[in-house]
């Protein structure tokens, strides 16, 4: 089995969730006392956060790419990024390594087509749902048409993750408050949401959600476990 390279620490909330996926999917695959062999690069949050609020894009596309090199120093033969928003300086980083790097989106979107999904539901931090980068390339590889909550609802979705999901707070009015943003979205036509932020896993779970959800934290888990093993390119 490949060593996995995680880039994590956006938040170390998430990271541990990571963690813990691969090495159950490992467990899962394999059996036995097997789990997933692993390095993990922990950034510190505080800094990214800053960057991303001045919109130093250029500034953090370095920095991920010297993380992910030195990831692949370490023994990583591939390497995942632990954040949906981060993959938007994705092109620094795979022109910083020479190992395989599975984005965050395929997975999430092969997963969609497979399931008969054409419109849906995108959740995330307000990068992520603002910028170009993740629903693009929906579009562009998976003909896939993405639905973002209004306004005054992406403001809520992104104070909840930055300000409560990422310490860990667990908040059930803020539950709450997803649940009718994916109810609006399943009113305007989508078919199902995608979880497209690696700390919302930690609120909403399918028992929560009105529409199929889709957990990118799950699916690039489990994608990256497949590729290890040799069971899947996952990188295609």
Not at 40 to 54: G, H, N, P, V
Not at 63 to 77: F, P, S
Not at 93 to 118: C, K, S, Y
Not at 125 to 153: C, N, S, W
Request: some cysteine.
């Amino acid at each position: 089995m490949k060593t996995i390279g995680v880039i994590g620490g956006m938040s170390w909330e998430s990271s541990a969730e990571y963690y813990r996926l691969l090495n159950r999917y490992a467990k899962e695959k394999l059996g036995g006392h097997h789990n997933a062999p692993s390095l993990m690069l922990t950034l510190d949050f505080a800094a990214i956060e800053a960057s991303q609020r001045a919109g130093d894009w250029e500034g953090l596309g370095e920095q991920l790419a010297a993380a992910a090199a030195q990831l692949q120093r370490g023994g990583a033969e591939l390497v995942i990024l632990a954040t949906n928003t981060m993959h938007r300086v994705y092109e620094p980083i795979v022109q910083a390594i020479n190992v395989p790097f599975i984005h965050i989106a395929d997975p999430t979107g092969r997963a969609l087509r497979v399931a008969g999904v054409e419109r849906v539901g995108l959740l995330g931090t307000r990068y992520t749902m603002e910028h170009a980068f993740y629903a693009g390339r929906l579009r562009e590889k998976y003909g896939l048409q993405t639905v973002i909550p209004d306004e005054l609802d992406r403001q809520q979705v992104h104070r909840i993750i930055y300000d409560e999901l990422c310490h860990g707070v667990i908040n059930p009015d803020s539950q709450r408050i997803y649940q009718n943003v994916i109810g609006d979205l399943a009113a305007r036509g989508a078919q199902a949401v995608i979880l497209g932020c690696t700390e919302i896993t930690l609120l909403i779970g399918q028992q929560d959600s009105v529409l199929p959800v889709f957990d990118t934290t799950a699916l690039h888990a489990q994608a990256a476990v497949d590729f290890a093993i040799g069971t899947e390119d996952a990188t295609a």
